[in-house]
Structure formats: C-alpha cells, structure tokens
C-alpha cells in the first residue's frame, strides 16, 4: 500500500479556485489508480474523480464536470485536482484514494488506501 498526504485545501469565495495535492510514498505509485472523494457534514462520502494508473483515462462526478481537473504525475508520485467556478456545494472535506492496479471506480471500495484527508470550504 501506499502512503497518501493532501494538502491544498482552504477558504475560498464562490467562483474562485484551489488546487489540491496529494503526495503519495512508495515506489510503485505508477501502478496506482488514483481517486478523489468528499464528504461534506451529514453526508456519504462521494466519488469526485479519478484517473488511471496510465493517466490515459479519467472520470469526473457529473456535477464538476467543465470545472474540476485531475492529472498525476509519477516521477513526483503525486496527483493534483484543479478546481475552477468553485460552488459553495463543493464544500467538504476531500481525500485522495488509491487502488492497486484497478479499474477507474466510482465507489470507494475499489481503493486500499486513504489520506486522511483537506478541508475545502467555499463561501456564498
């Protein structure tokens, strides 16, 4: 398994960005399909995006679709997600998942690992 750290998180007015980060340790993160998951207060926890472990194929919640990004890069072992038109509905606290050689999935059974996870708030 790998080890996973978020950072990037914060308060941020609605229509603004932020950009979070998630370092992973280990020598193997090339094979590590990577997600983004949050849950707001009250909430499950919900599939935000992914990428896979090639970086060749991606997947996004409908609702940030046009707005969110996610890329990686593994000579850094790392995978960031660009959030742009921020909405005050995207408050959460959002953590960086990762599944060993797996499909892209949209439940977060399919990822072994957890960062514990950043706070992102947007205000109206």
């Known amino acids: 398994q790998v080890q996973l750290v978020e950072s990037g998180g914060g308060l941020v007015q609605a229509g603004g960005s932020l950009r979070l980060s998630c370092a992973a340790s280990?020598?193997?993160?090339?094979?590590?399909?990577m997600g983004w998951f949050r849950q707001a207060p009250g909430k499950e926890r919900e599939f935000v995006a992914a990428?896979?472990?090639?970086?060749?194929?991606?997947s996004y919640k409908a609702s940030v679709k046009g707005r969110f990004t996610i890329s990686r890069a593994n000579a850094k072992n790392t995978v960031s997600l660009q959030m742009n038109s921020l909405k005050p509905e995207d408050t959460a606290v959002y953590f960086c998942?990762?599944?060993?050689?797996?499909?892209?999935?949209?439940?977060?059974?399919?990822?072994?690992?957890w960062g514990q996870g950043t706070q992102v708030t947007v205000s109206s």
């Open positions: 998942a990762a599944g060993y050689r797996v499909q892209i999935d949209t439940g977060p059974s399919g990822y072994g690992s």
């Open positions: 280990g020598r193997t993160f090339s094979s590590y399909t």
């Open positions: 990428i896979s472990w090639s970086g060749g194929s991606t």
